[in-house]
């Protein structure tokens, strides 16, 4: 995949300038230097880039959201700032998976649930769990911005995005290609969450994929027992968490919010996290 020049085509801005503005904006967002760190370096992306390619309309308020959170980067209200950005990603995220009537059936029938963008918070708290070599995935990927950003904020050995909408898949490539994210950091898998293994993984991302009854329940169940074997430690990052009820005691849930949820394991006897060389 090799970026278009319009993918690569970039706003004439003043970064270190606007990195800065934005900083003092944020002061009184209540986060850590390190957290509102990372929102700068995703507010300063946002504003840097010319508009994503889109030859089906799929952003059709991407240039009205865009301007509008560029004029907040040159005003004076830190809260608003954060209200135009959060319009601004969630359009990117797209609010509907479009699905061929196949792959709908699928979903409704595995009790799959359609889409919905999990916020900035899995993002700014990530960094300390990614690194070089670890190997993400997004469970129910949509466009796959959120494993996109990951990748573009904390570059690592590969991300993994399934999703079972093959439009939604071709959406991402454009937007990967849009974010300047290698080819080879991404894998794409057009794929039923319900039918594929989490071995393997570093880092688990997911927002309820499928809801925790019915067929939905046994992919917890499967997804919990290939955590209690892993051979290395897992994190994972759970948005309206439906996963926690089926872990054992070996997996840390070590940060709630009531939307995010962070886990941990597993556990050896004493309750440590093993290293990844044991």
């Avoid at 700014?124 to 996109?148: C, E, M, R, W, Y």
């Amino acid at each position: 995949m090799v970026p278009c020049p319009d993918c690569r085509r970039r706003i004439d801005i003043d970064s270190r300038s606007l990195a800065h503005r934005l900083t003092q904006l944020l002061a009184g967002d209540g986060r850590s230097e390190a957290e509102r760190a990372q929102l700068v370096r995703l507010m300063t992306l946002l504003a840097e880039l010319g508009p994503p390619p889109d030859p089906d309309g799929d952003f059709p308020d991407y240039g009205h959201l865009r301007d509008r959170f560029r004029a907040a980067c040159n005003a004076g209200d830190g809260d608003l700032l954060e209200e135009y950005f959060l319009e601004l990603y969630c359009h990117l995220h797209m609010h509907a998976a479009p699905c061929t009537p196949a792959e709908r059936k699928v979903v409704d029938a595995s009790g799959g649930t359609w889409c919905h963008a999990g916020g900035l918070s899995p993002l700014l708290k990530a960094a300390p769990f990614i690194h070089d070599l670890t190997v993400s995935v997004d469970l129910g990927a949509g466009n796959g911005l959120q494993g996109l950003l990951l990748q573009r904020l904390y570059p690592h050995r590969r991300t993994v995005q399934i999703e079972i909408s093959s439009r939604m898949v071709e959406i991402g490539q454009r937007l990967q290609a849009w974010l300047e994210v290698p080819p080879e950091r991404v894998k794409w898998v057009v794929a039923n969450v319900a039918e594929v293994s989490i071995a393997g993984f570093d880092f688990i991302y997911l927002y309820r994929p499928l809801r925790p009854e019915g067929p939905g329940r046994a992919f917890y169940q499967r997804m919990a027992h290939h955590l209690e074997v892993a051979r290395r430690p897992v994190v994972i990052f759970s948005i309206a968490d439906c996963l926690h009820e089926f872990l054992s005691a070996r997996f840390e849930r070590f940060y709630h919010d009531g939307q995010l949820s962070c886990f941990r394991g597993p556990l050896s006897i004493g309750g440590r996290v093993p290293a990844a060389t044991d």
